[in-house]
């Protein structure tokens, strides 16, 4: 089994659950309480819509417990002052590495918390559980090709643009160095 908790300086990375994406898909009032979190104003965040949490919810329940941690995963700031554990963002793979130990990896800050860093740090937290698993080579991943924010956060991250994808997104592409097995 894949570790499920990531931790970056700021950030908590929590892989979703069953629990999780139900209590986000039908009983909202619970899902902050589920993650100790308060919710952003705009949640959820860019292409993280319903559609996508119905998405890992099946693919949870189908895969089970061989399919945690391949899909979707919460972004938590973490406390700091009077600012309480703050959900800011969601990531994740859009599934487990193919043969040739390739994934795809996706992520999304909702508006109030952009600008300050934690796309980068989301997505190097998602480098870094690939990492962990031992079983990804290489990440993919797409941005708008109008969003050069986006665009930077993988640069920041080692990835490097790889050319034009379908619907308007450019495709990058970073290898991974699996973490030293203690």
């Known amino acids: 089994m894949i570790p499920l908790i990531v931790h970056t300086p700021r950030l908590l990375i929590l892989a ?3 629990a999780l994406l139900t209590a986000e898909l039908h009983k909202p009032q619970y899902f902050p309480v589920l993650l100790g979190a308060v919710l952003p104003t705009d949640w959820p965040p860019g292409d993280y819509d319903r559609e996508a949490m119905q998405y890992f919810l099946e ?8 399919a945690a941690g391949w899909y979707g995963w919460y972004a938590l700031r973490k406390a700091e002052g009077d600012t309480p554990r703050t959900l800011v963002g969601t990531g994740g793979f859009m599934g487990p590495p ?12 909702a508006a109030d918390w952009r600008g300050q860093g934690l796309g980068t740090e989301l997505v190097s937290g998602l480098v870094q559980q690939a990492a962990a698993t031992g ?7 797409r941005a708008r090709a109008d969003n050069p924010t986006s665009q ?6 080692e990835f490097a643009l790889v050319g034009p994808a379908e619907d ?14 203690l």
């Open 16 to 18: 979703a659950s069953r």
């Open 59 to 66: 693919k949870l329940t189908a895969g089970g417990r061989e």
């Open 98 to 109: 193919d043969a040739a130990g390739t994934a795809e990896i996706g992520y999304s800050i």
């Open 135 to 141: 079983q990804v080579r290489r990440l993919v991943a």
């Open 152 to 157: 930077q956060v993988l640069v920041r991250n």
């Open 168 to 181: 308007g997104y450019v495709r990058f592409e970073r290898v991974v160095v699996p973490a030293a097995v």
